[in-house]
Each structure stands twice: as C-alpha cells, then as structure tokens.
C-alpha cells in the first residue's frame, strides 16, 4: 500500500483489522481449533511436528484439496482421549455425513476415527506404513 509504513500497517492489523481480539475461539486458540463448517465425506487425520517438537493432531478436509476451508481441526498433542474430548464438540449430525477417515497405522488415530466419525470407513494411509 503506497505510503502507508509496513510496521505501522502491521500493528493496525494485529489490533483491529484482523478481527483477532473478537474472535471466538481465542481463549483456547493455543490449545485447538474447530473449523466445523470444512466438514466434508472424506478427511484425513494425522499427527504434525509443527515447531520444537510440538506435536499437534490435524484433521483436513480433501475435498478442498489444501486449499483455503482444508483445515478441520488442528488440537494440540497426540493423546486419543483428549482429541476426541474437542472433536466431539462438533456436531454429531456433522460428524456422522464423514465416509472416509484417511489415517496412518498408530492405534490412537483409528480410536480418534472410530468414536468421533462412527459411520466412516478407516483408510490406512500406505505413505506411512512404508516409510
């Protein structure tokens, strides 16, 4: 933007602009994050290294092909009990048009899959067996 200084359109945006401080799921924004509305028939669940050894548990929509509306979840650790714990928040009617829940072969995925998509079939993702 023609005259308009970079650090000062920055600070703008973070305060105002973005919408950040009104934003509904900030309280709990470092711990999870729903997107119930990129819901789709086929989703791929995995676990994610995002920084310094952080693991996060995703859930993606493939119907939007990793473009904008892909994300589904994103939840903080890798532990079973405490993933369901925030998908079950999404509604269970969302929860039951899922058919295919893409995952790799570690037990607490497909007990994720199976109590949270009850009507999807499980598909082992191959990429991760023969890694």
């Known amino acids: 933007m023609y005259g308009v200084k970079g650090e000062k359109f920055q600070r703008q945006y973070k305060k105002s602009l973005s919408g950040f401080k009104d934003w509904y ?14 819901l789709s028939e086929h989703l791929s669940l995995d676990e994610v290294a995002l920084s310094q050894g952080e693991l996060y548990t995703v859930i993606t929509s493939k119907q939007a092909k990793g473009k904008k509306g892909s994300i589904v979840a994103i939840i903080k650790g890798t532990k079973s009990e405490e993933t369901i714990d925030k998908l079950l928040k999404i509604n269970r009617k969302l929860r039951l048009k899922v058919k295919e829940v893409t995952l790799d072969m570690a037990g607490s995925m497909k007990l994720v899959a199976k109590r949270c998509f009850s009507n999807a079939v499980q598909v082992v993702d191959r990429f991760h067996v023969q890694k």
């Open 25 to 38: 799921q900030k309280q709990h924004a470092e711990d999870w994050i729903l997107y119930p509305e990129n």
